[in-house]
């Protein structure tokens, strides 16, 4: 309380260190006995600034959407992404109809009726049939853009039926880990309790989870074949955001979460179309987890499926890596063993 | 207290009415008044009544507490800007070393350049006090308690007492609230939602330790502090109005504030309930938010519980509150353009019709903010329903705005300014609503920077602007004196054209996936073509910083040097233009007027003058004709 009222005063006595200091001004200023009346020549200049107001901020709009209108929305490479992208320019021409002429009408009063003396303002306290007017557009209009806002928002949510590749994205702080559900299609279970030195998501003896593939840094994915992404998180809420897919879900811990999409574009061709060899399509984490929110990612690699098969060849099944561990373990069981003989 | 059940609506009974205050003060107080109205220079008399402690600290005159949640919300706001140079400074120029910042923020900006836990800690405070502190706090509390009193024509709020407490306990929960920026492991960090389990357990942030208790103690005053002010509002409008002030009669800056403290009374609560809720997972062990968490190389024993819950109930707070922040700006806002246009507001019931279908809605929209948790889609499709149907009473209130300018004699105070300013946030952050709302775009958009161009100018720049227009405005009636107009013409232009920089090049970046709450954008190749929006971002928003030295420097000049004002300089039609210049307990010094007629009769055919007082009696001509 007292740091408070000390801090209030402070900038009392700043305040009067800067009132002495134009103590001429302020002569000048008691003087001016019309402090509180704008008078005509203010009324009229204000008037007009509001319509160079106008002008450059609707020129700083345009220049905005001319410099960085080609990056918004980078090409959509899902399935659904499409119609979401429709579905979003249909309400951004519709709200920027309104917002342009609701600012130009606007701007306008300013202008047109700016203050004079002598002048006098009409009294129009309401009218039933403008206000019902406006009431009734909207809602029409809203009612159009309800309905299909929640045609695209089930069409995303309950995609068909075709059987789709099941992947786990598991988040931590402040990394992701993808595990893929292997020939059998079904993903082994896990409990939290086990995870541990060499099982970082917590996997319990479970024949199904022998087949499953564990990949760090990046993950694959098969062009024009549905994928169902199931989400956990170990500590904190993280959220699994796909840009270029236009997908996005939350990692709640205590629960599992899910989102499927199609992706149509590979990452070569998606290259190409960029012309931008180093282009890479990413996950990122966007709900805040800490320090290192801003750096957790892992890359996304689309492909063929041949090319597919080959990759997850290449992985090792945690039935492959609990099997090399082990072995490890007894080689260096063995060494100290030796070790200890040799002394 | 007493006066609360006593027959208040007579104000020939005026001694009754001076609630909150002992009964010996009450009659002392009325025949100072009366004195008051007799001779004129006797602040020296009025000096000896009240100790300097009484007057300006724990006060409880309706007046002087205004002034304090004023002077605290101007000094909160200060600081929340400057956090805001500060993380924006990294976003422009990541890595880059200011040696400026080493000194003020010591470890947390080593070699000039600022942590990234305390780039979150700075974010997180800043959300919260300008959401908190500055516009509900302080917004509400300097405007309802100067002008509740002032326009329906009482002598003060039904309890002084419970005002002045509720002054203090905002005060406490600020002190607090800043004093946990300079604790030894940080602030709160978990963003101004704080969702668990980031917000409950010490080993996910530093920030989740101290810092987040303090965070919950200083928001479990200011919650004490929201609903001692809210109840008292919700009192002294219901009960205190003068002889002739029906509700329609009542000027739309006192709608706002009654529907806000409803809002209030009903929504923080819950915000309360979910804050219990986290004390006891954090402290006691309990697991209403917690389940199968693995963090800090250790199996934690909490089960069973969800964070969603939390999110639920945060939210159902949280949307009201966007509402509890623009409310009674939009109210202020009413008043001030109504009084500039020289008309009377356009649809007045329909004003207040739309009032109350917002604050109806926005109890049942709060899912909107959850699309993407896992929310059966279902339940997600009834949230994109309601959501989009507050545009409507949204849409009904600034096309009413607009009207009201229609063939108006627009006086261009700094207050005016400030109010069609504050129209046109209303409405460029409003209509990115229709698609934040829409879940189907939501998936993309949630919680990249689209989200925070939007919210910054439909809730914070409006805000913040109809703040602005009521300072401006009111000045005279807080300090018998008026501010500078010609600083406040460059003060608006200035903070108007740095707002749209600020936050329009915003919603391009979201568009492009920029994350909100990221420490810097370098670590995603995809977004380094977006480095110079960040750069032309965060000069504007230095802009529109140094531009609150004009307004600071008006302000505290006019208090002191600024032009005397008269009795009713804006010409306003207003019970609180019929009180003295100079302040007096009980406002009025005879008898508290009596009303006649509605707020707003500005520019009425037949009469001489462009605007008519509250307290004129209407003529027979005006009855014949319906008027009320
Ligand atoms: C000088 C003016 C302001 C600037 C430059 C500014 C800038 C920012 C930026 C860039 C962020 C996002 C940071 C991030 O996500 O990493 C932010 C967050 C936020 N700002 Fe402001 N802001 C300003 C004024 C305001 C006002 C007037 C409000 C009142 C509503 C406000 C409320 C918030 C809130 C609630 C957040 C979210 C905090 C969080 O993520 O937890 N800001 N601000
Ligand atoms: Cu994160
Ligand atoms: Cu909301």
Redesign the pocket.
């Known amino acids: 309380m007292t740091f408070l009222i000390l801090a209030v005063i402070v900038l009392f006595v700043l305040a009067g260190i800067r009132v002495m200091s134009i103590a001429a001004l302020s002569a000048e200023l008691r003087n001016n006995r019309k402090d509180d009346i704008i008078t005509d020549a203010e009324n009229r200049n204000q008037g007009n600034l509001w319509v160079v107001f106008l002008i450059a901020f609707f020129g700083f709009c345009a220049w905005q959407l001319y410099a960085y209108g080609d990056k918004i929305l980078p090409e959509a490479a899902s399935a659904h992404g499409p119609a979401i992208d429709n579905l979003f320019y249909t309400t951004l021409a519709l709200i920027t109809v309104v917002f342009i002429l609701t600012h130009i009408v606007l701007v306008f009063q300013a202008y047109k009726h700016a203050g004079k003396t002598g002048k006098r303002a009409t009294y129009f306290a309401h009218s039933n049939k403008l206000e019902l007017i406006w009431t009734v557009i909207p809602a029409v209009v809203l009612t159009g853009l309800i309905a299909y806002g929640l045609t695209v928002w089930n069409d995303v949510i309950y995609p068909g039926d075709k059987q789709a590749t099941v992947i786990e994205l598991y988040s931590k702080q402040f990394d992701w880990t993808a595990r893929y559900a292997g020939k059998d299609n079904t993903l082994g279970r896990s409990d939290f309790r086990t995870i541990g030195e060499g099982n970082d998501l917590g996997l319990i003896e479970d024949s199904k989870s022998d087949d499953d593939i564990i990949v760090k840094g990046e993950f694959h994915l098969v062009k024009g074949e549905p994928v169902q992404f199931k989400f956990r998180s170990r500590d904190v809420i993280h959220s699994a955001y796909m840009p270029h897919f236009r997908a996005q879900m939350n990692c709640v811990p205590g629960m599992e979460t899910m989102f499927e999409f199609t992706p149509t574009i590979t990452t070569a061709e998606m290259r190409e179309k960029l012309n931008n060899p180093e282009f890479n399509y990413v996950l990122l984490c966007n709900k805040?987890c800490g320090a290192a929110h801003y750096n957790m990612q892992m890359d996304i690699i689309v492909e063929s499926k041949e090319d597919n098969l080959k990759w997850l060849a290449e992985q090792k099944t945690w039935a492959q890596t609990k099997a090399a561990a082990t072995q490890t373990a007894a080689t260096n069981q063995e060494s100290t063993a030796t070790a200890t003989l040799d002394k | 207290m007493s006066a609360m059940d006593s027959n208040n609506t007579h104000p020939e009974h005026d001694v009754q009415i001076l609630p909150g205050v002992h009964q010996h003060e009450h009659a002392h107080a009325h025949a100072h008044a009366h004195a008051h109205a007799h001779a004129h220079d006797h602040d020296d008399e009025h000096e000896h009544h009240d100790t300097f402690i009484t007057k300006y600290i724990f006060t409880q005159d309706h007046k002087m507490i205004a002034k304090q949640f004023l002077m605290t919300a101007i000094f909160m706001a200060v600081i929340?800007?400057l956090m805001?140079?500060v993380?924006?400074l990294q976003?422009a120029w990541p890595g880059k070393s200011f040696p400026i910042l080493e000194p003020i923020l010591g470890k947390w900006a080593p070699g000039g350049v600022l942590n990234p836990d305390f780039?979150l800690a700075l974010?997180?405070i800043?959300?919260t006090i300008?959401?908190f502190f500055?516009?509900t706090g302080g917004l509400s509390g300097t405007f309802s308690n100067l002008l509740i009193p002032l326009q329906i024509g009482a002598r003060d709020m039904a309890s002084g007492f419970l005002n002045m407490l509720s002054f203090w306990f905002f005060a406490a929960s600020s002190v607090i609230m800043l004093f946990s920026v300079t604790i030894e492991s940080g602030p709160a960090s978990g963003?101004?939602?704080i969702y668990p389990p980031l917000s409950a357990l010490e080993q996910a942030m530093p920030g989740s330790g101290l810092g987040m208790t303090l965070w919950l103690i200083s928001m479990t005053l200011f919650i004490v502090s929201s609903l001692l002010g809210s109840l008292n509002y919700i009192v002294t409008i219901i009960n205190l109005r003068t002889k002739g002030m029906s509700m329609t009669r009542l000027p739309l800056t006192i709608w706002a504030f009654l529907v806000t403290a409803i809002l209030g009374v009903l929504s923080f609560p819950v915000l309360f309930a979910a804050a219990l809720l986290l004390i006891f997972d954090r402290s006691f062990g309990t697991s209403f938010y917690l389940s199968d968490i693995y963090i800090g190389g250790q199996a934690l024993e909490h089960n069973g519980g969800s964070p969603i819950l939390y999110e639920h109930l945060f939210w159902f707070l949280g949307h009201p509150e966007v509402y509890i922040?623009l409310l009674p700006a939009l109210g202020i806002t009413s008043e001030v353009i109504a009084t500039n246009a020289r008309k009377p507001i356009f649809g007045y019931r329909a004003m207040i019709a739309s009032i109350l279908g917002i604050a109806f809605l926005s109890f049942i929209v709060w899912g909107h903010h959850m699309f993407i948790t896992g929310m059966n889609p279902f339940l997600g499709s009834v949230f994109v329903f309601t959501t989009l149907l507050i545009a409507i009473p949204s849409a009904v209130k600034a096309f009413n705005y607009i009207t009201t300018l229609w063939k108006g004699n627009i006086q261009f105070t700094p207050g005016m300014l400030f109010a069609i300013g504050l129209v046109s946030f209303f409405i460029t952050g409003g209509v990115t609503g229709l698609i934040l709302g829409d879940s189907a775009l939501d998936i993309n958009l949630h919680d990249t920077?689209f989200v925070?161009a939007h919210?910054?100018l439909v809730?914070?720049?409006a805000?913040?602007f109809g703040m602005f227009a009521g300072v401006y405005h009111w000045f005279p009636k807080m300090f018998g004196r008026v501010m500078n107009k010609k600083l406040g013409f460059a003060h608006f232009w200035l903070t108007f054209a740095g707002?749209y920089g600020?936050f329009f090049p915003?919603h391009f970046l979201g568009l492009a996936g920029v994350p909100?709450?990221?420490y810097s954008n370098t670590e995603f190749p995809i977004f380094n073509d977006l480095v110079d929006i960040n750069v032309l971002v965060t000069w504007f928003?230095i802009l529109?910083?140094v531009s609150q030295i004009i307004f600071l420097f008006n302000f505290f000049f006019s208090v002191f040097r600024g032009q005397k004002s008269s009795q009713n300089p804006w010409k306003s039609n207003t019970l609180e233009w019929t009180t003295p210049v100079e302040h007096i307990h009980g406002n009025w010094p005879g008898e508290i007027p009596e009303v006649h007629r509605w707020a707003y009769d500005y520019s009425k055919p037949d009469r001489e003058e462009d605007f008519v007082l509250q307290t004129t009696p209407l003529t027979e001509k005006e009855i014949a004709e319906g008027a009320h």
Request: glycine share 8%.
């Open positions: 805040i | 929340a800007m805001s140079i993380f924006r976003l780039y974010v997180t800043h959300g300008m959401v500055v516009l963003g101004w939602t922040v920077y925070v919210f910054h809730m914070g720049s805000a913040i707002a600020v915003m909100r709450r990221y928003a529109a910083a």
